[in-house]
């Protein structure tokens, strides 16, 4: 993965940076808090992916892990960590609400994905759910994690959880693509999977 900071015209490189393993390495969302600190999310299929002392998960436990990782505004590495179970999972959206708390949702075919005592949906559906986790502005601790789908479809999708917002309350809304005809829905404007491969959705989620 590479990370790179340019300047308001586009003219200059402010920092540049690599960051992954001896594996493959992909960074998939990023974001920024009003300090200019950058928020990276992630999958790495390395076992040595370099993670920072006091992470969450400092070791991979399947083929291939989300990542998070902060960058300072000049380019130094803040902290990273690993964040995933046996099966595989891609962070493809990321987040930061005014309390620099940093919000992750992406994909998992984990059965052991971790989870808070507050998630929404603590098991796996089927197949890959989305996830949703949220953690502390350090990194190292999990304030809540939520498995987030249905059963599947016949084309195999599944969940995937594709685009992530905080609005000033703290309520995180979510994006992405589902086959599931058991999706959870809650005040739903279209009430079934209206037909081919997959459909989209949009959730909000509280900030608990």
Known sequence: AFVMKLSANGSQVSYSTVLGGSSADIANAIALDSAGNAYIAGETASTNFPIVSGAYQSTSRGRQEAFVAKLAGSGEVVFTTYLGGVGDERGLAIGVD???SIFVAGGTTSTDFPTSSSAYQPLNAGGQDCFVTKFVASGGTITFSTYFGGSGGTTGLQEQCNGLAVDGGGNVYVAG??????FPLLNPLQTAIAGGG????ASKFSPT
Request: glycine share 8%; proline share 0%; no cysteine.
């Open 98 to 100: 005014s309390a620099l």
């Open 177 to 182: 693509a589902t086959s599931s005809a058991n």
């Open 198 to 201: 997959s459909d989209g959705f």
